[in-house]
């Protein structure tokens, strides 16, 4: 008899396990954001850009599939690790029964009006606003009524971000200051994931991951613009200090806002994805990721763009930045281990099917 008991215990504690395990499971994965996150979304919508051949792409797809990168981003390591399918672009059609991706390269968080109103020159933008992308998946949810299932999207992993990097870019490179970076962007960008998480969650979402932004102090096109011969402007990695400062304030402002967030919504599942510490560990470090050329890129320079004419290295794997801008396959491949394995595990990555 007491055998048996155990027997039970120790049944009801598997069963305990699987269904804990089956909630983790997602049968979809669904994302927004920018081209740290677009599968595809921009080349689908402008088909013959720079971007759509190779090199990029020549690491691990052999071919331009739309990632601004030489390979894999950081979703897609997710999305093996999780067991699931490479998550498809929205604008590449198909079939999304295991997710669809809705983030595009080039795209804000916040909408382009805002952004005017914001004090930025928004001449020439098209709205790919965290807000449009939105509206694209409940598109999606109209036209496939089995996927606007409360069930199906309550046990599905949503990805909002990384979005609104290109909201500082864009402040960055029509020279605003950091104070007004950080007193009128930040907030903004802020309150934007907040309510399209809001938004998601009324519609039945519940497992979230919310991307801050990576150092961007390290990225080679900052570090040539801003170079300074100032003392203590670098930090010891060789990275632009009040740039990474400024990745820093954001992600203590977006995990402040993730808190409240939880507050209000005590059954959804919200968890901060620190790219920042992530990304910082491979700077600090990066021979251990394999990466000898933290700060050179691979595709392009000596005046050339990475579009086919210029040189590319002959081993993308031995560098952070693919192209000046995004990083490699490399890299990513190094952040998305910190986010997955720890250090900077997220809690809703560490169980698979
Ligand atoms: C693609 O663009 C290049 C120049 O950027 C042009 O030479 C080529 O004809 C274009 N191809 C198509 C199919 O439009
Ligand atoms: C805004 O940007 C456009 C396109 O880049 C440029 O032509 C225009 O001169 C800019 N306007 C102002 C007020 O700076």
């Not at 120790?10 to 069963?15: D, E, S, Y």
């Not at 971007?51 to 897609?76: C, M, N, V």
């Not at 930090?235 to 632009?240: E, V």
């Amino acid at each position: 008899m007491a055998f048996n008991a155990n027997l039970l215990l120790v049944t009801a504690f598997l069963c305990l396990l699987s269904v804990h395990h089956g909630s983790a499971c997602y049968p979809a994965i669904f994302s927004f954001g920018d081209s740290l996150q677009d599968t595809g979304n921009f080349i689908h919508t402008f088909a013959n850009t720079t971007i759509s051949k190779l090199p990029w792409g020549t690491t691990y797809f052999h071919k331009a599939t739309g990632r601004y990168s030489d390979g894999r981003l950081i979703i897609d390591f997710i999305a093996q690790a999780l067991g699931l399918p490479l998550v498809p672009p929205y604008r590449g059609g198909g079939s999304f029964s295991r997710g669809a991706n809705f983030a595009f390269g080039g795209a804000t968080a916040q909408n382009p009006n805002t952004l005017a109103g914001l004090g930025l020159n928004v001449t020439g933008f098209t709205d790919r606003s965290l807000f449009v992308q939105l509206g694209w998946f409940k598109e999606l949810l109209n036209s496939v009524p089995s996927l606007a299932d409360r069930t199906f999207l309550g046990n599905s992993l949503f990805m909002v971000g990384e979005i609104g990097g290109n909201d500082f870019n864009t402040a960055l490179s029509q020279s605003k200051s950091i104070e007004n970076i950080k007193n009128a962007l930040v907030p903004g960008v802020v309150r934007t994931i907040s309510s399209g998480i809001t938004t998601l969650i009324e519609l039945g979402a519940k497992n979230f991951i919310v991307p801050g932004n990576l150092p961007i102090g390290c990225i080679p096109a900052w570090l040539s613009k801003y170079k300074s011969s100032a003392p203590g402007y670098y930090d010891a990695n060789g990275c632009i200090k009040w740039l990474n400062d400024l990745s820093q304030f954001y992600g203590s402002r977006l995990q402040d806002e993730l808190k409240k967030l939880k507050s209000v919504h005590p059954t959804a599942n919200i968890y901060y994805a620190d790219y920042y510490g992530a990304g910082t560990r491979v700077f600090s470090n990066p021979k251990q990721f394999g990466i000898t050329e933290p700060f050179v890129a691979c595709c392009g320079g000596n005046g050339h763009g990475c579009d086919g004419t210029g040189p590319v290295c002959s081993n993308p794997l031995n560098h952070a930045s693919w192209e000046g801008f995004h990083p490699t396959e490399a890299f990513y491949h190094a952040v998305a281990d910190g986010l997955i394995g720890g250090p900077f595990a997220i809690p809703l990555l560490s169980q698979t099917c």
